[in-house]
């Protein structure tokens, strides 16, 4: 067992690992009353007041569209306070565990990302996480940053809620055809990432060989338009017919990546962790909504 310090409070993954943790693990969540990481100069002594034995940094500003204009909080919350995290983790030699996205490519590829691939964030928020994910690496932190992407659950605003929400309304709905990426469940994420605190408890700590970046979506991949109408096959929701459409005729802000799929297989190769398919987990998802709302 060990203290396990969860930064964030109502995000999507940490509403997961609260539950999932608690059963083997002591665990402390900190939210914005207790560390606000939009005032990073105030992150040190709160770590030290605590005073956790692994840190989940489950916290960020993940407003992709408001980040373009937002950008002091922004940087505030991805990159400063990260950066003081990973100075705690490093003076304490306690493990990190941090949060990043598939935001800090730029969409070019045709095959999935390598963690080695060139990164080029289209926007604030990519570039802001890309700049935390620096500050971890230059620290003297024992850490692992993984990098998911497309997330979804049950809480919070998300697509796989959208989708659910415009059901009821439209009968017809225009979605993205032409973005590809992995959409991953919250619930998984959090399944990998109590794998990945058990085994670092039972050896002992991070070694300092499996310190560094992890890709850690679900496997497979899809668009947009084809992830909606797999989340209405899932609810057996006939009525909805959805329409691919280009993202040139969905603008926003933020410019996402075309292609943002990611290559799994180093997190598999060091600790043997994997997330399920994008398509069971929608399945698991799913189910939690039935089993909710008493089906």
């Known amino acids: 067992m060990a203290r396990v310090l969860i930064l964030g409070k109502n995000g999507q993954v940490s509403t997961y690992l609260q539950r999932d943790l608690a059963a083997s693990h002591e665990v402390v969540v900190a939210g914005r009353e207790i560390m606000d990481l939009a005032n990073p100069e105030k992150v040190y002594d709160a770590l030290k007041e605590i005073s956790p034995e692994i840190i989940i940094n489950a916290a960020a500003y993940t407003a ?57 964030p289209s926007g604030v928020y990519g570039q802001s996480k890309l700049e935390g ?84 979506t679900c496997q497979g991949q899809t668009s947009w338009s084809d992830f909606a109408r797999a989340i209405f096959v899932e609810h057996e929701i006939t009525e909805v017919k959805v329409i691919g459409i280009p993202t040139s005729e969905y603008p926003t802000p933020a410019i996402r990546p075309p292609f943002s799929v990611l290559n799994t297989k180093k997190l598999m190769k060091v600790f043997g962790v994997s997330l399920p398919h994008w398509g069971t987990a929608l399945s698991q998802c799913v189910a939690e909504t039935m089993a909710a709302a008493g089906k």
């Open 133 to 216: 994910e620096q500050a971890i690496r230059d620290s003297d932190a024992l850490a692992i940053t993984l990098r998911t992407s497309w997330v979804y659950s049950n809480y919070g605003k998300n697509f796989y809620k959208t989708m659910l929400a415009l059901s009821e309304q439209r009968d017809e709905l225009n979605v993205v055809n032409d973005q590809i990426g992995s959409p991953t469940y919250a619930g998984s994420i959090s399944a990998a990432t109590k794998q990945l605190v058990d085994i670092i408890v039972e050896q002992g700590g991070l070694l300092p060989e499996q310190k560094g970046v992890y890709h850690f």
């Open 64 to 120: 992709v569209d408001a980040a373009e204009t937002d950008c002091e909080t922004a940087f505030a919350i991805n990159r400063d306070s990260v950066t003081e995290i990973a100075r705690y983790a490093g003076d304490t030699k306690i493990p990190l565990i941090h949060y990043s996205t598939d935001y800090v490519f730029p969409g070019d590829a045709s095959e999935p990302y390598l963690e080695s691939d060139k990164v080029g």
